[in-house]
């Protein structure tokens, strides 16, 4: 086998492989030779055509076949023994595959980029301390009683928290504009679904009344038509209803998971999910600022844009099963969710895998059982049924990997927050969970 490699740019290879026709040629035949024994045809006995009559039926299929397996199997030989670490699928240009001939091709690929390592030391994290009190539970509670209540309407006027049901019309110049019209639409006052001002305009409103609403539209608005435009919208209030929340009773008790009528029990749960949902939350926001500080210190870092690429289709994935899609074999994802979306996401993610990957070999973490084993049975605990959650994980590989994976990026987190400069800051339970939310979302 002839192998050449150049490098044609940063991290791109092409490979110039060259099989010897004997060896794609004698494949052929052994495979036709294999075929043979349980090939019918009219005229001959089973096991008995003719080799002749093989090549002429069958041989073009196989050698296609063969051709496939000779240059897939030829590629790896060829990236390990030129030391090469291919970073995504390779590009294949066939050059010759006739028969009787060297089968030659060219291979184009990235590949992974050799990671230096720099220090990641005397960096500043920020963790957020908060004590759940009496009244954040109260809130959580106040939820779940608005999530199982129901809206009725009121001979009052309206407040904020309440729901009107309203027709309005925007126009803008005296002129009625696309997409500014609605009717029997429900708005949550306080809710930020309309434009600056709208629902604030209607604070006070009573039902059967009648509001315009003089209003300017942002400058960032999607519409070029209306940023920053000054327009006029009529509208009429048909009800107002408030919320009615559910009673603190067994029936909303078992909604969530919480077994009997003991209002203190379910208090006591809610807080513990709370606890556990904050803890999850503030160990996030630490780890983003490690990851954001490992970035920081490698920024000549080069990346393979087909790892990136990868990442983005994966990014897209995830986004659209997120909203609930399936994905139909003509439908185009690129072009309702494009590129651009995700790219910068995908590249800081396939950086920081490049870079962890390199800091557990460097800091020699490895992944305890015993730190595996408590994340699982942490995530399991989230759950009816915990025992089963936990075999589950145990019991698929593509899971335990991932579980093992996150053990390890902790590891290389603690290690690395022993080089930090840690400072505590306390704050609210809501302000602790958008701030780490914010964080860990960017």
């Known amino acids: 086998m002839r192998v050449s490699v150049e490098t044609t740019s940063g991290l791109e290879r092409k490979l ?6 004997d060896e794609v040629d004698s494949a052929v035949d052994k495979k036709l030779a294999e075929a043979s024994k349980n090939v019918r045809l009219p005229g001959f006995r089973p096991g008995k055509v003719p080799m002749s009559v ?36 390779p590009s294949i240009e066939a050059k010759s595959v006739e028969s009787g001939k060297d089968v030659e091709y060219v291979a184009t690929f990235e590949i992974y980029p050799t990671v230096s390592l720099n220090e990641v030391r005397d960096f500043e994290v920020t963790k957020l301390t908060c004590e759940i009190g009496e009244s954040d539970v109260n809130d959580i509670i106040e939820v779940f009683q608005k999530q199982q209540g129901q809206l009725v309407d009121v001979d009052r006027a309206a407040e904020e928290g309440d729901t009107l049901t309203i027709d309005f019309e925007g126009f803008k110049d005296g002129e009625a504009f ?15 679904r309309m434009i600056p001002g709208f629902e604030d305009g209607l604070v006070g409103a009573s039902a059967g009344e009648e509001r315009t609403l003089e209003l300017t539209f942002p400058e960032d608005y999607h519409s070029e038509e209306l940023k920053g435009a000054a327009v006029e919208f009529k509208v009429t209030v048909k009800a107002v209803k408030a919320m009615e929340l559910a009673e603190l009773n067994a029936e909303l008790f078992a909604s969530y998971g919480v077994e009997g009528d003991d209002v203190e029990a379910f208090r006591a749960e809610v807080q513990k999910n709370m606890e556990r949902e904050l803890k999850g939350a503030i160990d996030a926001h630490v780890k983003q600022q490690v990851m954001d500080a490992i970035i920081e210190a490698h920024p000549e870092l080069e990346i393979p844009q087909s790892l990136i690429a990868q990442e983005t289709d994966a990014l897209r994935g995830q986004m659209f099963q997120q ?14 969710l494009p590129d651009e979306m995700f790219s910068e996401r995908a590249e800081t993610r396939v950086r920081l895998g490049l870079l962890v990957s390199e800091l557990v070999q460097d800091l020699g973490v490895r992944a305890e059982p015993n730190k ?7 995530i399991a605990s989230t759950y009816q049924d ?15 990997m991932g579980i093992e ?4 990026e902790d590891a290389v987190v603690e290690k690395l927050l022993e080089q930090a400069k840690v400072t505590e ?12 939310r914010a964080a860990t979302q960017q």
Do not use: C, H
């Not at 994976?405 to 390890?408: A, T």
């Open 323 to 336: 909203f609930g899609g399936g994905v139909s074999p003509d439908m185009d994802l690129k072009s309702i």
């Open 372 to 378: 595996v084993r408590e994340l699982i049975e942490e």
């Open 386 to 400: 915990p025992e089963e959650v936990i075999n589950w994980y145990y019991e698929d590989n593509n899971q335990l």
């Open 16 to 21: 110039t492989v060259g099989v010897p026709a």
């Open 178 to 192: 696309d997409g500014g019209a609605g009717t029997d639409t429900a708005l949550e006052l306080g809710s930020g």
């Open 405 to 408: 994976s996150r053990v390890l």
């Open 54 to 89: 093989m090549k002429q039926r069958f041989g073009p299929g196989v050698r296609q076949e063969v051709l496939g397996d000779v240059i897939n199997q030829s590629f790896q030989e060829a990236v390990i023994g030129e030391n090469l670490r291919p970073a995504g699928q």
């Open 425 to 436: 800051e306390a704050t609210g339970y809501q302000d602790a969970l958008q701030r780490t």
